[in-house]
């Protein structure tokens, strides 16, 4: 059994227009050019799935330490309710976040679903109680997680379903094969990864076909720039978690002074950042507050500058 602090930082190995502009290539965080690419305002993930690159989280919505039902349900159901309102059609969740509430509640508020809504959910952790997130990737388990998860979600079919975890007491070559199964049988569109090296995606990619990858990055943790630089490559989608930094929030007094310059918040700045940092990133946000989920949206507006971009690189 593992503390939330240490499953977030573990591997198996260790609105509706955002920004337009040109078709070019992703550059590097020390670029002194502001990505063009970046600004373009959706991404079709696995090929086929477009959504608006300014998603959702919906780990937030749930009770306190990410367990059992928030204090204000009706609140969560008006915070879905306005994210979709505003643009948003990427929701990221999984069956860990509550458990099962966070799911159950996204069907109350959205079911039956606009016909653009992607619903990403994940399974392959447990959690036995608050603070604890146990892998299990057994191939059982996770057959098991599918189903739940479509009878919460109230689907036929969940567009893109990500193993939550690399469980190191399971071969990755199972549990994968259990998703690709589902895959088979109708109950999965597409197939995507959590918190994993460039390594662990190459051997996923010879089981089954992975269209994302959902790791934490954000303008204050770019660990992760050496797998968001494959996503690009191989036309990934990129979900950073925690892309305002989680409890930890963002800082720095170059970005303060971005966000002075365009009357903004640090974070809405961090998130032009991401949106602006790759053609792939599809940052998800989370909160449980209506206005916070309108500040988020604000940030698509928000361009920064060839000199900003190069104040912000280090």
């Known amino acids: 059994m593992i503390t939330r602090r240490k499953f977030v930082g573990m591997s198996a190995a260790t609105g509706a227009a955002i920004l337009a502009g040109r078709v070019s290539t992703g550059l590097a965080a020390g670029s002194t050019s502001v990505p063009g690419a970046a600004a373009n305002a959706t991404f079709k993930i696995g090929g086929d799935l477009e959504v608006n690159r300014l998603g959702f989280g919906a780990m937030r919505i749930t009770g306190e330490d990410v367990w059992g039902w928030p204090p204000d349900r009706a609140n969560a159901v008006n915070v879905l309710k306005r994210a979709v309102a505003l643009g948003v059609n990427l929701i990221d969740t999984a069956d860990a976040y509550g458990p099962k509430t966070s799911e159950l509640l996204i069907a109350e508020a959205l ?24 892998p299990n990737g057994r191939p059982d388990y996770l057959k098991k997680c599918v189903d739940e998860s479509l009878q919460r979600l109230r689907l036929e079919r969940i567009d893109l379903y990500q193993l939550h975890r690399i469980d190191p007491k399971v071969p990755v070559e199972e549990s994968l094969g259990a998703l690709k199964e589902a895959q088979q049988a109708g109950k999965i569109r597409h197939i995507g990864l959590s918190e994993v090296s460039e390594a662990e995606i190459e051997r996923a990619r010879k089981i089954v076909s992975i269209v994302s990858i959902q790791n934490r990055y954000n303008f204050d943790d770019r660990k992760w720039d050496s797998a968001l630089a494959y996503c690009e490559k191989e036309n990934l989608g990129f979900l950073p978690w925690a892309p305002v930094g989680g409890k930890r929030g963002l800082s720095g007094s170059a970005l303060e002074a971005v966000a002075k310059a365009h009357n903004a918040t640090v974070y809405q700045v961090g998130l032009a950042w991401l949106l602006q940092r790759s053609p792939v990133m599809l940052p998800i946000p989370g909160t449980q507050n209506v206005q916070h989920v309108e500040d988020n949206m604000a940030a698509t507006k928000l361009k920064l500058t060839p000199e900003e971009w190069k104040s912000l690189a280090a």
Request: glycine residues 8%.
């Open 111 to 134: 079911h039956p679903y606009p016909k653009d809504l992607v619903i990403a959910t994940k399974g392959g952790v447990t959690r036995p109680s608050a603070p604890a997130w146990v």
